[in-house]
């Protein structure tokens, strides 16, 4: 399975991922041994594409998470992506691969075409920056899951001088 999470508001991107991450962690490990994290910028396509192919320890499934592997310089990394969107089992059916991109553009044609690719995928989503009332009802809630009101006049301050930035407005 691979689950693709991109956008430039990367506060609700990364905080759907924390919540992936925990509740794989609460139903399937909780010892957090098959749990693995990637930064495809950093790391070698050689140890990522080995960890998407390892066998999970004690457990049923095993979580892998690359980040940035679009933004990744190497062919080889972006090979395998090629291959994960046209074929669902180039990784083991034990596998939950979780891909986390910080933005919807890129430069280069490969990045471009792969995007769109992993975009059309079952378990894509896409985090825009929140305007109007999206951004005035996801303010809302974020107050309330923390036991805070909040005043209409400060509640319209906020979404005009936020820009969208649900970073700041957190």
Not at 13 to 29: A, G, Q, V, Y
Request: aromatic residues 8%; contains cysteine; proline residues 2%.
């Amino acid at each position: 399975m691979v689950i693709f999470l991109y956008g430039k508001d990367t506060f609700r991107s990364r905080e759907t991922l924390h919540k992936m991450i925990t509740k794989f962690k609460t139903d399937r490990d909780p010892s957090g041994y098959n749990v693995v994290r990637f930064d495809a910028t950093i790391e070698k396509p050689g140890v990522i594409l080995t960890e998407l192919h390892g066998s999970p320890f004690l457990a049923e499934k095993r979580m892998v998470i690359v980040e940035h592997a679009l933004e990744s310089k190497h062919a080889e990394l972006h090979e395998k992506l090629e291959s994960l969107v046209s074929d669902e089992a180039a990784i083991p059916s034990t596998t939950i691969c979780i891909l986390f991109e910080r933005t919807d553009t890129y430069k280069t044609k490969v990045q471009k075409e792969l995007l769109k690719q992993l975009a059309k995928t079952k378990y894509a989503q896409h985090f825009e920056i929140l305007e109007g009332s999206d951004l005035r009802q996801w303010i809302l809630d974020h107050a309330k899951e923390r036991n805070l009101t909040l005043e209409k006049n400060a509640l319209d301050f906020i979404v005009l001088h936020s820009k969208g930035d649900t970073w700041f407005i957190h």
